[in-house]
DNA sequence: TCGCTTT
């Protein structure tokens, strides 16, 4: 603990000329729960890192303030003094006129769908829940699930939860878009819980036989941990909550074991194995939920979940979408597949929450990132940071180096690694052991981490969605958060879809950056086939003093004063994704 | 595009 304290250095950053107004009112309500090491607090920082901590207390108030209101964009009078909400507009060109948008600006509380913007589109949408009593009312839920809410500190309901509940409650399908870190999870586990009523198992369960709800989760972690959130909201009660593993698939083989369950949450590929080999039937299912839904539609999963959806041939099949990124060919599947849906936006679509700090580092070529990650560890630094490459061999060579370099407490985790490696490394980061965790892409999705200071994406991320998902690791749950990204000349493809991502949170980038030409596709075609470096060893040979020679250069020739471009409307472009 | 994820 006491290392936590030696190498933490105080102070949060917040793009406090764009967001101000959230956080001032962040600073008014919270100031009490900086983090801990900037109080030199360590004896709080388990706190803050445990899963099962979160939301409780004032960090469950602050949850509340996650996303911090992004500006209505049908309500350009809501911040007259700002220019850029007035110009936030132009890039909801593309949304349908019969949405209704219900924000709430004015009201300066902390009810947090109150600080989002959340819209609705959908035929007789139901209208939100303001509290989770208020949904109680209305749907007659269970005081079983309300008490376990309050125990697990979840205080006023998130905009998905508010929205999204009442929609799911009524027996609609819905496609819900709302950011990382904003209480998905619980916005579709409380009405399914909800609407099943009772476990199978109890007296005079008019339930029918088998397996009722199923929850998709593209990865095994992810799929755990939903697993615990229903652990958490069905406490005191009996429900059968099974989350799929080659043994409690096994299990299933025996029909009263399989009868009894009430919900399974799995990776997609498991369950089709278990369909295949005919020890499930999904023909009781009356609510199937994709959770990183646009992931899961994705060419590799899709034909899994194709099966999966086939099976579940009850008639009352209830379908729910959610993700924090949809792009419209995935949402175009995903509507498709579903009956007369709601859809909800909460914020501004593929947008990264505002209380993430991002920038971008050049960093020349891949040789120099080594180089620059040490130094940037030379430096006092918040952990636990969370590194992001682009291949296992280079999650684990990365990892190895860090370790040679003498930083401590270094974790990693891909799905190379053995089930006990990769649970043993998230149980490590849970705990708040790793301060340094390399990771791939498997850890980009949904993973809550709570006390995740940085992100650095130390490879590019190849698409906006897997650079919105992998900085939503950090700022979650009304935290702050800061994200980096290394980039390369081999970035460029990629470079400027980012930087308007950052620009569209509000925040900025070099001018150059945002001046660069959109690549052609043939160009991006060549540039695309560049061969990536295998290993971090071969990147160590390259020196650095030859990257720092170019980034001077770089420097001299094409970077201008950093401006503050979030306000410049040229700059302002719908980023291409 | 590629590698990432899924038994």
Redesign the pocket.
């Known amino acids: 603990m006491e290392a936590f304290q030696l190498l933490s250095r105080g102070g949060v950053q917040f793009n406090k000329n764009r967001f101000k107004k959230d956080v001032d009112l962040f600073n008014k309500s919270e100031s009490k729960s900086k983090r801990p090491q900037t109080s030199g607090q360590g004896s709080e920082l388990p706190a803050t890192l445990d899963f099962f901590k979160y939301a409780q207390g004032v960090e469950g108030k602050r949850k509340n303030n996650a996303g911090g209101g992004r500006p209505g964009k049908k309500r350009k009078v809501a911040e007259a003094g700002d220019k850029a909400e007035v110009e936030l507009e132009e890039d909801m060109k593309e949304d349908e006129t019969q949405e209704t948008s219900k924000s709430d600006i004015e009201n300066d509380n902390n009810i947090p769908h109150q600080r989002h913007r959340v819209t609705t589109k959908g035929s007789n949408v139901p209208d939100f829940a303001e509290t989770f009593e208020a949904l109680r009312d209305r749907y007659q839920l269970s005081s079983n699930l309300l008490s376990n809410l309050s125990k697990n500190g979840y205080v006023y309901p998130t905009g998905i939860q508010s929205y999204g509940a009442p929609i799911l409650l009524e027996g609609r399908d819905l496609v819900a878009i709302s950011p990382t870190g904003t209480g998905k999870t619980v916005s579709y586990l409380l009405p399914t819980f909800a609407s099943l009523r009772a476990p199978v198992t109890s007296a005079g369960s008019d339930a029918g036989l088998g397996v009722r709800a199923v929850v998709l989760a ?4 992810l799929a755990h941990q939903i697993h615990n959130e229903c652990l958490k909201l069905t406490q005191g009660r009996k429900w059968k909550i099974v989350l ?3 043994a409690t ?1 096994n299990a299933l083989s025996d029909k009263a074991v399989r009868d009894k369950i009430d919900m399974i949450v ?5 369950l ?2 278990s369909l295949q080999s005919g020890s499930l039937s999904l023909s009781n299912v009356r609510h199937l939920i994709f959770d990183e839904a646009d ?1 899961m539609l ?4 899709f034909p ?1 979940i194709e099966e999966i959806v086939a099976a579940c041939t009850h008639s009352k099949i209830q379908k729910a979408v959610f993700s924090a990124t949809l792009p419209a060919n995935a949402e175009k599947i995903a509507m498709d597949m579903l009956q007369d849906p709601v859809r909800v936006v909460v914020g501004l679509k593929d947008t990264p929450l505002p209380l993430i700090t991002q920038s971008l580092t050049y960093v020349a070529d891949d040789g120099s990132k080594l180089p620059s990650l040490l130094t940037y560890f030379s430096q006092p630094y918040n952990p636990p940071v969370l590194i992001f490459t ?6 684990s060579s990365l990892a190895e180096e860090l370790v040679l370099s003498g930083i401590s407490n270094v974790d990693c985790l ?3 690694m053995s089930k006990k490696e ?1 649970e043993d490394a998230v149980s490590r980061m849970r705990k708040g052991e790793s301060w340094v965790m390399v ?4 850890m980009a999705r949904g993973m809550d981490f709570k006390g995740i200071q940085e992100v650095i994406n130390y490879d590019f991320p ?2 906006v969605q ?1 650079y919105i998902h992998r900085i939503g690791r950090t700022g979650r749950a009304g935290r702050s958060g800061k994200a980096v990204t290394f980039f390369t000349d081999t970035d460029g493809p ?1 470079l400027k879809a980012i930087a308007n991502v950052i620009l569209q949170s509000g925040q900025s980038v070099p001018e150059w950056i945002t001046n660069l030409p959109k690549p052609s596709k043939m160009k ?2 060549q540039m ?2 560049t061969k ?1 470096p295998e290993t971090v060893n071969a990147a160590r040979k390259i020196g650095r003093n030859d990257a720092i020679k170019k980034r001077e250069m770089i420097a001299g020739s094409k970077r201008r004063k950093i401006k503050e471009l979030a306000h410049d409307k040229e700059s302002r472009t719908i980023p291409q994704y």
């Open positions: 593209p990865t095994r972690e799929f593993s080659k698939a799995t990776t997609p590929l498991r089709v194995a992931r994705d060419k590799e999963f899994q682009s291949t296992q061999p280079r999650a891909h799905a190379g990769r990771s791939t892409e498997v190849t698409t897997s990629y991006r075609k695309g086939k990536r």
